[in-house]
């Protein structure tokens, strides 16, 4: 461990690792460089966004048996949205990277060449597989990303300017990361999916710590007028940050101090959605709030709604309603085997889908906050696979690939999460205040119909004057019964 002082401010600045080269200052925000036995200044590191990740600076967990801590922390934005990249040093003096996006987690170390052939970073496609090092990947994204912030200590310089070329390939649990920043020669990375718990983490930040945090720089504020409309949009910094107004639809980029205009939108269509923004889900233990919402179109012209999800602790998932009912849809940490969306099978957990459908979605409808940038129009191929009443669904574009597990959700399980914060999913229990009278007469009427029917098929002149007179005796009583309310 090496102890400096900030050639900026001098405050105390810490290397725990003698390979690190770089440290960014708490206090002034210097990026301080090692540069032989002196320190030197490179300028101001931008400060992070804080989002809704548990993880920080300090933070340790266990790895395959191995104690590591949180050191560092690189903040990337790309096209679509924002990601961390954790820095971790292990006890034995190993180190490796802890990636952080919309709450899914890859722990990957570096490795060595060995000669290997990889591919050039222009010919990777998200969802083509091919052969890499010692098996089968499938391409899950190629990102150009750019440096946005950074804090703690780290293995490189990073500042403005500083880009980023990375791949990422998957097979199941395994990931693979193909770093392209310094050149056509990838430095490769080679770890898996994990989860928080799994790494039996301690000293991660508590729900308080999160909520007074997120989503602040400094002089932030949690909510803004739309730039275009003045429309209130409510939001959670840090953890949506593109968000689209639900009056004009322009689209809006968060994450920095400046609110920035992506698009300017026009006046939307009054369009009805069955979860308003903001409503409140109680899932066991968890509050899931409706963060943003749009309308999807196929091929043939039919639309389904989406609805994403989230809770403090960083997880997201969609509930999605179709004319054929709900279902809630969660991203997979575990691709399934193959990952190749081209094939007829495949297999998650031991359990074989069958392929069914293969179709372009297209955004028609979008409104609130999203963890990654959409707009209407936004294009996707989607590939289901079935097994019973459960689907696996990859999503690809020209930048990634997503696969997703989906169960149906029953109305009355929706009703019972949602409780009055969604009103439009409670039904009524009768359509007006008499409905219960009628609905005794409905009934009434077709028992007599049936009963009388054999007779009448007989002889209808015989028995007619007969009907008459029972039909009046039989239905007068509950006509006239007072209506309790009872169905």
């Known amino acids: 461990m090496q102890n400096v002082s900030c050639p900026s401010c001098g405050a105390p600045v810490q290397f725990r690792s003698h390979a690190s080269v770089m440290a960014v200052c708490e206090f002034c925000r210097a990026s301080v460089v090692k540069d032989a036995d002196a320190v030197r200044d490179l300028g101001k590191m931008s400060e992070v966004l804080e989002d809704y990740s548990p993880i920080q600076v300090n933070a340790e967990g266990i790895h395959a048996g191995r104690r590591f801590t949180v050191v560092g922390r690189i903040q990337l934005r790309y096209s679509s949205g924002i990601w961390n990249e954790w820095y971790v040093l292990f006890d034995d003096g190993g180190a490796g990277w802890l990636g952080d996006a919309s709450g899914q987690y890859m722990l990957t170390l570096e490795q060595p060449d060995g000669g290997t052939r990889w591919p050039a970073f222009e010919d990777i496609k998200p969802g083509k597989s091919c052969q890499i090092a010692d098996g089968h990947f499938t391409a899950s994204d190629r990102r150009e990303a750019d440096c946005i912030g950074g804090q703690g200590e780290l293995p490189f310089r990073v500042g403005p300017g500083w880009k980023a070329r990375v791949a990422d390939f998957r097979r199941e649990r395994e990931f693979l990361t193909l770093d392209y920043s310094d050149g056509d020669k990838p430095l490769p990375y080679k770890g898996f999916a994990v989860t928080l718990p799994a790494l039996k983490f301690q000293l991660l930040r508590d729900d308080e710590q999160i909520k007074a945090s997120a989503g602040k720089y400094r002089g932030r504020v949690e909510s803004l007028l739309c730039p275009a409309c003045g429309t209130a949009?409510?939001?959670?910094?840090?953890?949506?940050?593109?968000?689209?107004?639900?009056?004009?639809?322009?689209?809006?980029?968060?994450?920095?101090?400046?609110?920035?205009?992506?698009?300017?939108?026009?006046?939307?269509?009054?369009?009805?959605?069955?979860?308003?923004?903001?409503?409140?889900?109680?899932?066991?233990?968890?509050?899931?709030?409706?963060?943003?919402?749009?309308?999807?179109?196929?091929?043939?012209?039919?639309?389904?709604?989406?609805?994403?999800?989230?809770?403090?602790?960083?997880?997201?998932?969609?509930?999605?309603?179709?004319?054929?009912?709900?279902?809630?849809?969660?991203?997979?940490?575990?691709?399934?085997?193959?990952?190749?969306?081209?094939?007829?099978?495949?297999?998650?957990?031991?359990?074989?889908?069958?392929?069914?459908?293969?179709?372009?979605a297209q955004v028609t409808h979008v409104i609130g906050a999203f963890n990654w940038r959409v707009a209407r129009g936004d294009l996707v191929r989607v590939v289901e696979f079935k097994r019973g009443k459960t689907s696996l669904a990859a999503e690809i574009t020209a930048e990634e690939m997503t696969w997703s597990r989906s169960t149906p959700v029953a109305m009355d399980q929706l009703r019972a999460w949602f409780g009055t914060s969604a009103p439009q999913l409670i039904a009524p229990k009768s359509s007006g205040p008499s409905s219960g009278r009628f609905d005794k007469f409905a009934r009434y009427f077709l028992w007599l119909l049936g009963l009388n029917l054999i007779p009448i098929l007989i002889d209808l002149d015989a028995v007619f004057m007969y009907l008459l007179v029972g039909s009046v005796v039989l239905l007068l009583p509950p006509i006239l019964a007072p209506d309790n309310g009872s169905s």
Request: aromatic letters at 10%; proline letters at 6%.
């Open 233 to 360: 949009i409510g939001y959670l910094p840090g953890a949506a940050s593109n968000l689209v107004c639900p009056s004009c639809a322009t689209r809006l980029d968060a994450a920095t101090p400046q609110v920035q205009v992506l698009a300017k939108g026009e006046q939307l269509e009054q369009r009805t959605m069955s979860l308003p923004l903001g409503a409140i889900a109680k899932i066991g233990d968890k509050a899931w709030r409706v963060l943003g919402a749009m309308v999807r179109r196929d091929d043939e012209g039919s639309e389904w709604s989406e609805y994403l999800m989230f809770t403090p602790k960083g997880e997201f998932f969609w509930l999605v309603e179709t004319d054929e009912g709900w279902s809630r849809a969660t991203v997979l940490d575990g691709w399934p085997l193959p990952a190749d969306p081209e094939v007829l099978s495949v297999s998650l957990d031991k359990v074989s889908y069958r392929r069914t459908y293969d179709y372009q």
